[in-house]
């Protein structure tokens, strides 16, 4: 037995190692053949000016605040930072000695190559050092599914999802552009790597430091992209209600377990966003004290203006920076309301469904009608997911199936936009289903194949 575990270990570590490099070896020789996209220009300038800001210690929020002019929507008005950290401060650590920081806005109204001249595009060694991040992180995106379809399920299916992922166009795409989808779904799959463990737990102390490591990982999406709260919010809730169905877990305990998620996915968000704090320069307690009372002594009277409601409550204006937050996805909404409006390919059309899958399907696709094994593994870890409810014994087979529940929901039904690289998460997810349906599908045939064997060979004789 000792010597069995032993070559599993040993099995498990080589297939390790070769995902590894199977990934980084892929995204390497395709990260100078990778087109340019208009997008990376704002990433890099904007990570050059918040990673500059984080090394030297500035977090006053009047310098995040990047005007409109020099940042357009890359800006802290509609983007969290630890992205932009992720490109920036390794441009800043790795650079050429005497190398000049970038920092351009893409003039969308002009031709990639007008934009070149006027030296709108990073130069080379720039964007290539940008895009080696990406790399990075991607290849850590091929380890973690491998991971999670391991841990889920087991060797095969965990191998087979990884090498499906680094093979996937879209994948090799965003994992070669300087864009924040990869650290994005980075941190969205560290959440979902941790929820198989929060399975594992029957005590509730040790539920709920998981509860909170997972909450951590989904502030830190939420910190590359605001939408990792909702598309994190919605898997971890769909994993207690799993959880609650089969071991009958009390509702008091669910409920500190989703408190304890919410609140560290929220200290996370708040302590790496310097936007997010109010001025410590400027608080000053008296003078706090004293517009709250002429607040409440104007409100029933409505003589408040809110054109001139912050020089005129200064102090509660300071404080009122902590909104910055969910103000960011009214200001994200209306910035996809207008290119919903803007770009023709970004529109969903009469039919929504029809065009979600017709989308999803190109995306998807390593090879021709992959969505047929998609589809297989959806039936079998379903059916899997619903004995374990009817036997009340978990499965850890049911987290490929509820994250992809997760992002399939979110982005049929609230995404604004319809463009490829939103559909990164679900694709990403949708690889460990595949490799169900390829793994034992391809038992089933074995099986049909020896048994077909068996009776074919007593007419022989």
Known sequence: ?????????????????????????????????????????????????????????????????????????????????????????????????????????????????????????????????????????????????????????????????????????????????AMTDIPYNFFLLCACLASIFLLRQSQLRYILLNSLLCGGFIGLSSSVKITGVLVGGLYFFLLLLYKKFVTNMKVNDAVKCLTAFSLSALFTIYIVNPYYWPSLKEISIKETIQEVATYYKKSPERKIQKENISDEYPQLSNFSHVLEFPRMFLRVKRVGDAQYIKHKSAQWGEN???????????????????????????????????????????????????????????????????????????????????????????????VLLRRSAKLISPQRQ
């Open 352 to 446: 929504r469904l029809r065009t979600f899958h017709e989308t999803f399907r190109r995306v998807i696709n390593n090879f021709p009608k992959e969505i047929y094994l998609l589809v297989l593994g959806v039936i079998l870890l379903g059916r899997k997911l619903i004995n374990s409810i009817y036997r009340k014994k978990l499965s850890e087979s049911a987290i490929p199936v509820l994250y992809f529940g997760a992002n399939y929901v979110f982005i049929l039904l609230f995404m604004r936009v319809n463009w490829d690289r939103y559909y990164l998460p679900t694709v990403i997810a949708s690889k460990i289903i595949i490799a169900v349906g390829i793994y034992e599908g391809s038992r089933l045939i074995l």
């Open 1 to 177: 037995m000792k010597n069995l575990n032993n070559s599993k270990l040993i099995v498990s570590i080589i297939s390790f190692i070769s995902i590894a490099l199977l990934a980084s070896l892929t995204l390497l020789k395709n990260i100078e053949k990778t087109e340019f996209f208009v997008d990376e220009t704002g990433w890099i300038s904007t990570g050059y000016f918040y990673s500059n800001l984080l090394l030297k210690g500035d977090f006053e929020w009047q310098k995040w605040n990047c005007e409109l002019h020099q940042c357009g929507t890359f800006n802290s008005l509609y983007n969290p930072h630890v992205g932009q950290w992720l490109i920036g401060i390794p441009l800043k650590v790795f650079a050429a000695k005497g190398e000049q920081e970038f920092f351009r806005l893409y003039d969308l109204e002009k031709s990639l190559e007008e934009n070149k001249k006027e030296g709108k595009v990073p130069p080379d060694p720039i964007l290539l050092r940008a895009r080696s991040v990406s790399v990075i992180i991607g290849t850590l995106c091929c380890l973690l599914i491998f991971a999670i379809g391991y841990y889920s399920n087991n060797l095969w299916i965990g191998s087979i999802s990884a090498i499906l992922l680094i093979f996937n166009k879209l994948f090799i795409t965003l994992s070669t552009q």
